[in-house]
């Protein structure tokens, strides 16, 4: 099949994530050294992962076009805008040497997705199934985030997440409101 007819989808790409799932994936990440976040939004992750950065930065790459980041970082984690999943992952494979973006999992499975993380070095390091927000249009595609690494050639572990109890949703809240 060489091209789909166009269904008339509209996609604004601006789905906030919600601090409940930013803290989990925040937790099950547990990253460390300098972090961005060039989908910042609404601070969801960056509130998120204060905790851990020795240094995190946030910028909304839409607004700025792509050319958002250029120093090197430990860590890019972001929720980019899916139509653009392919130029948020390699431009964050040349700044970082951990990647986790959070998107429906078959965004990663694409013949050139998984070229693109061979030929930059990476590997797959962990996906992390994530329940989808009640908040966000709903999907027949499953979520999740995945970690891809620098220099990684080890196994794919998959863990399934169990969205966080409201109360610790609520602590987080107060603590970083």
């Known amino acids: 099949m060489r091209s789909q007819p166009n269904r008339n989808y509209v996609s604004s790409d601006v789905v906030m994530t919600p601090d409940w799932l930013a803290c989990d994936l925040a937790l099950a990440l547990a990253p460390s050294g300098v972090i961005l976040e060039p989908c910042a ?3 969801s992750f960056v509130m998120a992962l204060e905790e851990y950065a020795t240094e995190i930065a946030s910028c909304e790459a839409g607004d700025a ?6 120093r090197h ?3 890019v984690i972001t929720n980019p805008p899916w139509s653009q999943f392919r130029v948020f992952l390699k431009h964050s494979m040349e700044v970082a040497d951990n990647v986790a973006l959070l998107a429906t999992v078959n965004h990663w499975w694409t013949k050139r997705r998984v070229a693109d993380v061979a030929a930059a070095g990476f590997g797959y390091r ?3 199934l994530c329940e989808w927000p009640a908040e966000w249009p709903s999907s027949g595609f499953q979520l999740g985030m995945m970690h891809i690494q620098r220099g990684y050639r080890g196994p794919l572990p998959i863990t399934r997440l169990e969205a966080s109890a409201p109360s ?3 602590s987080f809240a107060a603590v970083n409101g």
């Open 41 to 43: 939004g609404d601070l």
């Open 73 to 75: 970082v430990d860590w």
């Open 65 to 70: 076009g792509f050319e958002w980041w250029t």
């Open 168 to 170: 610790v949703v609520q």
């Open 126 to 128: 962990h996906l992390f």
